[in-house]
């Protein structure tokens, strides 16, 4: 079992940064993909960004790319998502995943394990 756990959410003005974090624990696998989604009041959650424990390759959705930068510290077991010059629109809960087989789908069935989410909420 795989245990993931976020820290970072809060309350920001529009233009300001987070810096979000998923602390993985349990079983974990050196070819897994570690992603961030989120989910905004009355929509449906979205895929955000996500990279591999295993090469570090990167992949994030159009409306992030150039602010959010996805990251990971092996020796930590944790993932990190930058996320600067944030937005309204970009208010949501944002949660941590684990794909275990090393999926580099932006489907949220993809991912196996889920964190209990984080809050950002950006002010205009």
């Known amino acids: 079992q795989v245990q993931l756990v976020e820290s970072g959410g809060g309350l920001v003005q529009a233009g300001g940064s987070l810096r979000l974090s998923c602390a993985a624990s349990?079983?974990?696998?050196?070819?897994?993909?570690m992603g961030w989604f989120r989910q905004a009041p009355g929509k449906e959650r979205e895929f955000v960004a996500s990279?591999?424990?295993?090469?570090?390759?990167?992949l994030a959705t159009d409306s992030v790319n150039g602010r959010f930068t996805i990251s990971r510290d092996n020796a930590k077991n944790t993932v990190y998502l930058q996320m600067n010059s944030l937005k309204p629109e970009d208010t949501a809960v944002y949660y941590c995943?684990?794909?275990?087989?090393?999926?580099?789908?932006?489907?949220?069935?993809?991912?196996?394990?889920w964190g209990q989410g984080t809050q950002v909420t950006v002010s205009s």
């Open positions: 995943a684990a794909s275990s087989s090393g999926s580099t789908s932006t489907q949220i069935y993809a991912y196996d394990y």
């Open positions: 990279i591999r424990w295993s090469g570090g390759s990167t």
């Open positions: 349990g079983r974990t696998f050196s070819s897994a993909t």
